[in-house]
């Protein structure tokens, strides 16, 4: 980018100027080869020579008097008033950090530096004349180059203190590339790298010490406070940020924001007062200027507002003024972000060698200055643009070093390391701009600036490159929008026993390589002025803990809520959630809504009681079927046995073993085996027992036929290979519906929850409905035609009718199933097959006792009646 010629720029600075300030210098180029003021100015200041010229504007008074704007009489000149001895002790770290720069062979060597330093009185005019004339210059009258190349009036301004005063200076010199360095500019607004494209810093942004501050909050667990801000570009932009990055982070919100008023309106400040003891938050943030806290202060005292965790910005955290006994009772405790302490070693030799009789004409103003605030005594005659003190005449002969004055206390370097900062990254833009190699510079065609062709807008390039560190072990270099790398030191206020107020060092945030701020904190230090010593509470509702959710209470902010318990199968396993998280399919949540638990499991155990009992009358009924197997083997001569079909009573007996014991199938966890075997075991035992009552059936039906005339041919059909093969062949169906069934759709274990959203019922699905339909249909059938038949042969005349007793047995084997099939339709989760089993169980016993029971008693307790005359007693009698 090109740059302005030296005229055009001091012109142009003028006509800015004097369309701002009516009595501000102007340039005048009447002449072709000179140039003079058209007025002169007189402004607090003091120089030193050099090659190179650095500017600095301070606040070494804090305040001015303005004259009066008038056309009519000649214009006064503004009066500084207010001496502040920490802004001249910033003034001359500059000059220190200028002096040891000169007397240092490894930078700038062969250059010396100078410096021009102005006091902004505390007034935006005051400093924005300053860097008008640092820029343009002073000089009454000055020749000019042909080519207007030559060193200008200054090559970077060191300041300004204010923000506001710092945006109105950048927005007239960024125009011209003029390489500004604040000490103590705050605001983010100055990182805007279009607007203030020549702007630097080596304090840390307001951006930054926001998100310290709310790392502090995080830190604590405060998210309900109050912020305080100026009302200036200062505070505006705080409370801009604050509220924008503090709902990002997700640390908290705002109870308020108030903007303090300049004028100390004593009504405003009531309201502010009581909106503070009104409010539920215990922590107050603060970001304002040392004026605005001290008048809030004093409406806190009268109110006698107590309770308050106070956290103050850089810009008050190491205010003296408010460290009194009257206002620690209220802010003993606070905590602050301060500007990172260093050490300057020789400063204070530098500062107790000042003298009034330095310089001369008007370049020790104000070290005349100082020296009258410090000894209490008048020089004569009082230069323009500072008021006359009065009292006894200066004599320079005072001596400093017996002097109990704050000047001379450097154990808390903040603002001054700052300065310290600046000044040496100026010099090191500079050195490293001497140092380029003709050839390799930065510039067009790669060319290098020079001493005789140096322009403010050069320095910017090296400026935005310098990287050196400090003595004191930091580093310094700048980002991409002129912000110096960030570092605040965290204070804390303490209050002694002896009245006496000490401010303490209790950790630090800085940002991390990760670019995230870094808090740390030494809390065994930290002093609590509360009567618990320990940190408030500060929320506007309480956690919500594990288990519930934050439900947002509509038109109130997001920290006002109130906690919703999580519904079932839902939990929340941390504070503070906004939504409760469903359980995976397998679990459930706690009592508590904290964790998820496997669901309970549920399945016919045989650990439960009902599973014992049905596992029991299985096993009875087994263990009964073996007994009457037993007798009827031990009495298989008699004729009770032999009347009844011996091997087809045995292979009943055997069959109904094979159903009882069908029926542990479907007790237990289901297992893929398990749930294929159950219902095939259960067909294919069934239809053996029905087939064999079937065909004990039509044996005594065809008995009975064949007794009567002709009818011997009818026992051809039922021989006992007949027999064997019927019962097989009958069999064998079953067998194949099974097969068919398992091929196709086999059954499988199965986790229902359709019953119980809480539970995991473990059941076997039949798979193909159908087939378990043909199943059952099969055994129906074959009980339907084995009672029919049984029915018919119901009066036959024997004594001992086995028809009747197969009759009754299907009667009760029928029925049982009948209820069955809606009690197994009917019955949820488990109790579907403790159904099943009950009607296996019912309809095996019920065939148990109904055929073997009264063949069991007649042989064991009526054996006087086993006997083949017994048995054939009716017959004989109707014969």
């Given at each position: 980018m090109g740059h302005l010629p030296n005229t055009y720029f001091g012109l142009s600075v003028c006509i800015v100027s004097a369309y701002f300030f009516p009595f501000s210098l102007c340039l005048s180029s009447s002449?072709?080869?000179?140039?003079?003021?058209?007025?002169?100015?007189?402004?607090?200041?003091?120089?030193?020579?050099?090659?190179?010229?650095?500017?600095?504007?301070?606040?070494?008074?804090?305040?001015?008097?303005?004259?009066?704007?008038?056309?009519?009489?000649?214009?006064?000149?503004?009066?500084?008033?207010?001496?502040?001895?920490?802004?001249?002790?910033?003034?001359?770290?500059?000059?220190?950090?200028?002096?040891?720069?000169?007397?240092?062979s490894n930078l700038l060597p062969n250059v010396t530096l100078g410096y021009s330093i102005f006091d902004n009185c505390g007034t935006l005019l005051m400093g924005l004349s300053g860097a008008i004339s640092l820029s343009s210059g002073q000089e009454e009258q000055f020749e000019l180059v042909e080519d207007c190349s030559g060193i200008p009036p200054i090559i970077g301004i060191v300041g300004d203190h204010y923000s506001t005063f710092s945006i109105a200076i950048s927005n007239v010199l960024g125009l011209y590339k003029m390489p500004i360095v604040s000490y103590f500019a705050t605001c983010s607004c100055l990182s805007d790298r279009q607007r203030f494209p020549t702007f630097f810093r080596t304090i840390p942004s307001d951006a930054f010490q926001?998100?310290?501050?709310?790392?502090?909050?995080?830190?604590?667990?405060?998210?309900?406070?109050?912020?305080?801000?100026?009302?200036?570009?200062?505070?505006?932009?705080?409370?801009?940020?604050?509220?924008?990055?503090?709902?990002?982070?997700?640390?908290?919100?705002?109870?308020?924001?108030?903007?303090?008023?300049?004028?100390?309106?004593?009504?405003?400040?009531?309201?502010?007062?009581?909106?503070?003891?009104?409010?539920?938050?215990?922590?107050?943030?603060?970001?304002?200027?040392?004026?605005?806290?001290?008048?809030?202060?004093?409406?806190?005292?009268?109110?006698?507002?107590?309770?308050?965790?106070?956290?103050?910005?850089?810009?008050?955290?190491?205010?003296?003024?408010?460290?009194?006994?009257?206002?620690?009772?209220?802010?003993?405790?606070?905590?602050?972000?301060?500007?990172?302490?260093?050490?300057?070693?020789?400063?204070?030799?530098?500062?107790?060698?000042?003298?009034?009789?330095?310089?001369?004409?008007?370049?020790?103003?104000?070290?005349?200055?100082?020296?009258?605030?410090?000894?209490?005594c008048r020089f004569e005659p009082a230069p323009a643009g500072w008021t006359d003190t009065g009292g006894a005449l200066c004599t320079g002969e005072e001596d400093m070093?017996?002097?109990?004055?704050?000047?001379?206390?450097?154990?808390?370097?903040?603002?001054?390391?700052?300065?310290?900062?600046?000044?040496?990254?100026?010099?090191?833009?500079?050195?490293?701009?001497?140092?380029?190699?003709?050839?390799?510079?930065p510039f067009s065609r790669n060319s290098c600036a020079t001493l005789q062709t140096l322009e403010p807008w050069q320095l910017v390039h090296y400026l935005e490159n310098v990287n050196f560190t400090t003595s004191f072990g930091d580093e310094v270099s700048f980002d991409s929008n002129g912000d110096v790398l960030p570092i605040y030191d965290v204070m804390n206020w303490l209050w002694l026993p002896d009245g006496?107020?000490?401010?303490?060092n209790v950790g630090d945030v800085k940002r991390s390589a990760s670019n995230k701020e870094v808090l740390t904190l030494?809390?065994?230090?930290?002093?609590?002025?509360?009567?618990?010593?320990?940190?408030?509470?500060?929320?506007?509702?309480?956690?919500?803990?594990?288990?519930?959710?934050?439900?947002?209470?509509?038109?109130?902010?997001?920290?006002?809520?109130?906690?919703?318990?999580?519904?079932?199968?839902?939990?929340?396993?941390k504070t503070n959630s906004l939504e409760c998280i469903s359980c995976p399919e397998d679990f459930w949540s706690s009592p508590q809504r904290d964790h998820c638990v496997p669901k309970k499991t549920e399945f016919l155990s045989y650990h439960e009681p009902l599973g014992i009992c049905l596992t029991t009358a299985s096993l009875l009924g087994t263990f009964i079927c073996v007994v009457v197997l037993g007798i009827f083997t031990y009495h298989r001569?008699?004729?009770?046995?032999?009347?009844?079909?011996?091997?087809?009573?045995?292979?009943?007996?055997?069959?109904?073993?094979?159903?009882?014991?069908?029926?542990?199938?479907?007790?237990?966890?289901?297992?893929?085996?398990?749930?294929?075997?159950?219902?095939?075991?259960?067909?294919?035992?069934?239809?053996l027992c029905v087939s064999c009552i079937l065909v004990k059936t039509m044996v005594v039906l065809a008995v009975f036929k064949a007794s009567k005339p002709g009818g011997e041919a009818s026992l051809k059909w039922f021989g006992v290979m007949q027999q064997r093969g019927t019962v097989l062949v009958l069999t064998s169906i079953q067998a194949a519906i099974c097969t068919a069934w398992l091929v196709s759709a086999s059954p499988s274990p199965h986790k229902n929850t359709q019953y119980h959203i809480d539970k995991i019922i473990y059941e076997c699905v039949v798979g193909s409905t159908i087939g378990f339909a043909v199943l059952l249909g099969y055994i129906g059938l074959l009980a339907i035609l084995s009672f029919l038949i049984a029915f018919l042969a119901r009066n036959l005349p024997d004594n001992f009718n086995e028809a009747k007793l197969i009759t009754f047995s299907m009667l009760i084997f029928c029925a049982v199933w009948v209820a069955f099939i809606p009690a197994y339709i009917n019955s949820p989760s488990k109790y579907a097959d403790a159904v099943e089993v009950f009607a296996i169980l019912a309809s095996s016993f019920g065939l148990l006792v109904a055929l073997f029971g009264p063949k069991c008693y007649l042989m064991l307790l009526r054996p006087e009646r086993n006997t083949k005359k017994a048995i054939m007693a009716r017959v004989t009698v109707k014969s």
């Amino acid at each position: 980018m090109g740059h302005l010629p030296n005229t055009y720029f001091g012109l142009s600075v003028c006509i800015v100027s004097a369309y701002f300030f009516p009595f501000s210098l102007c340039l005048s180029s009447s002449s072709p080869s000179s140039c003079k003021l058209q007025k002169d100015f007189h402004l607090n200041e003091m120089h030193g020579p050099g090659d190179v010229v650095l500017g600095g504007l301070f606040e070494v008074h804090y305040t001015s008097v303005l004259p009066e704007r008038t056309f009519t009489s000649k214009p006064q000149q503004p009066r500084c008033s207010g001496f502040d001895i920490l802004g001249f002790r910033h003034a001359m770290t500059m000059a220190f950090a200028i002096d040891e720069i000169n007397r240092n062979s490894n930078l700038l060597p062969n250059v010396t530096l100078g410096y021009s330093i102005f006091d902004n009185c505390g007034t935006l005019l005051m400093g924005l004349s300053g860097a008008i004339s640092l820029s343009s210059g002073q000089e009454e009258q000055f020749e000019l180059v042909e080519d207007c190349s030559g060193i200008p009036p200054i090559i970077g301004i060191v300041g300004d203190h204010y923000s506001t005063f710092s945006i109105a200076i950048s927005n007239v010199l960024g125009l011209y590339k003029m390489p500004i360095v604040s000490y103590f500019a705050t605001c983010s607004c100055l990182s805007d790298r279009q607007r203030f494209p020549t702007f630097f810093r080596t304090i840390p942004s307001d951006a930054f010490q926001v998100r310290a501050m709310i790392q502090i909050l995080k830190h604590f667990g405060w998210t309900w406070v109050g912020l305080l801000v100026s009302d200036d570009d200062y505070g505006l932009h705080v409370a801009q940020s604050f509220q924008s990055d503090l709902l990002q982070a997700g640390g908290g919100c705002l109870a308020y924001l108030e903007v303090l008023p300049w004028d100390s309106d004593p009504g405003e400040l009531r309201r502010i007062v009581n909106l503070m003891k009104a409010s539920t938050a215990r922590v107050v943030i603060v970001f304002a200027h040392e004026i605005h806290m001290i008048q809030l202060m004093e409406e806190v005292v009268t109110q006698n507002v107590t309770g308050l965790q106070w956290i103050a910005s850089e810009a008050l955290a190491s205010a003296t003024v408010l460290q009194t006994p009257r206002l620690m009772a209220y802010l003993s405790g606070t905590l602050g972000i301060a500007i990172r302490r260093g050490e300057i070693p020789g400063l204070r030799e530098f500062l107790l060698k000042i003298h009034p009789d330095q310089g001369h004409n008007n370049e020790n103003n104000m070290v005349r200055q100082f020296w009258e605030y410090t000894f209490q005594c008048r020089f004569e005659p009082a230069p323009a643009g500072w008021t006359d003190t009065g009292g006894a005449l200066c004599t320079g002969e005072e001596d400093m070093g017996n002097m109990d004055t704050e000047f001379l206390d450097l154990s808390s370097l903040r603002p001054e390391y700052n300065v310290y900062k600046a000044v040496y990254a100026l010099a090191y833009a500079l050195d490293s701009m001497l140092r380029c190699e003709p050839g390799r510079g930065p510039f067009s065609r790669n060319s290098c600036a020079t001493l005789q062709t140096l322009e403010p807008w050069q320095l910017v390039h090296y400026l935005e490159n310098v990287n050196f560190t400090t003595s004191f072990g930091d580093e310094v270099s700048f980002d991409s929008n002129g912000d110096v790398l960030p570092i605040y030191d965290v204070m804390n206020w303490l209050w002694l026993p002896d009245g006496r107020t000490k401010v303490q060092n209790v950790g630090d945030v800085k940002r991390s390589a990760s670019n995230k701020e870094v808090l740390t904190l030494k809390e065994e230090k930290i002093f609590w002025n509360f009567k618990s010593e320990k940190p408030p509470r500060s929320v506007c509702s309480e956690s919500c803990p594990p288990g519930t959710r934050m439900a947002r209470n509509k038109g109130q902010p997001v920290c006002c809520f109130t906690c919703a318990f999580c519904s079932e199968g839902k939990i929340s396993n941390k504070t503070n959630s906004l939504e409760c998280i469903s359980c995976p399919e397998d679990f459930w949540s706690s009592p508590q809504r904290d964790h998820c638990v496997p669901k309970k499991t549920e399945f016919l155990s045989y650990h439960e009681p009902l599973g014992i009992c049905l596992t029991t009358a299985s096993l009875l009924g087994t263990f009964i079927c073996v007994v009457v197997l037993g007798i009827f083997t031990y009495h298989r001569s008699t004729p009770m046995v032999r009347a009844n079909n011996s091997e087809l009573s045995f292979l009943l007996l055997v069959s109904l073993k094979l159903c009882f014991l069908c029926s542990l199938l479907f007790i237990g966890r289901p297992r893929l085996w398990t749930c294929q075997l159950r219902h095939a075991a259960f067909g294919i035992s069934f239809v053996l027992c029905v087939s064999c009552i079937l065909v004990k059936t039509m044996v005594v039906l065809a008995v009975f036929k064949a007794s009567k005339p002709g009818g011997e041919a009818s026992l051809k059909w039922f021989g006992v290979m007949q027999q064997r093969g019927t019962v097989l062949v009958l069999t064998s169906i079953q067998a194949a519906i099974c097969t068919a069934w398992l091929v196709s759709a086999s059954p499988s274990p199965h986790k229902n929850t359709q019953y119980h959203i809480d539970k995991i019922i473990y059941e076997c699905v039949v798979g193909s409905t159908i087939g378990f339909a043909v199943l059952l249909g099969y055994i129906g059938l074959l009980a339907i035609l084995s009672f029919l038949i049984a029915f018919l042969a119901r009066n036959l005349p024997d004594n001992f009718n086995e028809a009747k007793l197969i009759t009754f047995s299907m009667l009760i084997f029928c029925a049982v199933w009948v209820a069955f099939i809606p009690a197994y339709i009917n019955s949820p989760s488990k109790y579907a097959d403790a159904v099943e089993v009950f009607a296996i169980l019912a309809s095996s016993f019920g065939l148990l006792v109904a055929l073997f029971g009264p063949k069991c008693y007649l042989m064991l307790l009526r054996p006087e009646r086993n006997t083949k005359k017994a048995i054939m007693a009716r017959v004989t009698v109707k014969s």
